[in-house]
């Protein structure tokens, strides 16, 4: 996929991450982001039958403070720990999308992810 789109990118320690808490994403990525997160995260994040001592709510405003404050941080966290049964295996792209879909609100804390 032809990712970055509107995506303003800059180089942190040579790779290119998403722009900003005023994050701007085509809806494609925000889309590809939701349908991402519902196959590779939701099985661990999100979902009430999970204790989210475990895997972290990615949703609300400590989530926003901590996280989509710093999204090229949060892009390195998925890009390179998550999922964290198997780190590593998303492309730039894929987390991209993620970091999109995590900074629109379309994934609600509350709301099973599938
Ligand atoms: C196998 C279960 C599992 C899967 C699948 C998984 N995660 Fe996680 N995730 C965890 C656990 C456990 C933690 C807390 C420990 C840590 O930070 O590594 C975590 C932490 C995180 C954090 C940091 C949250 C915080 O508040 O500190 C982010 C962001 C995150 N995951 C994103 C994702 C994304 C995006 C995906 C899908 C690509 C994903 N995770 C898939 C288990 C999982």
Excluded at 3 to 12: K, N, Q
Excluded at 19 to 40: C, D, E, M, W
């Amino acid at each position: 996929m032809t990712a970055c789109g509107l995506l303003v990118a800059f180089p942190v320690q040579g790779r290119a991450v998403p722009q900003a808490a005023g994050i701007t994403a085509t809806s494609q990525q925000v889309a590809y982001g939701v349908t991402l997160y519902k196959q590779r995260c939701g099985a661990c994040h999100n979902t009430p039958s999970r204790s989210l001592d475990e895997a972290p709510l990615l949703a609300g405003s400590a989530f926003a403070q901590k996280w989509l404050s710093r999204p090229a941080v949060l892009f390195q966290k998925i890009r390179y720990s998550m999922p964290q049964d198997n780190p590593g295996t998303l492309s730039d792209e894929e987390a991209i999308a993620l970091v999109a879909a995590l900074a629109s609100g379309s994934i609600s804390g509350k709301a099973p992810a599938k």
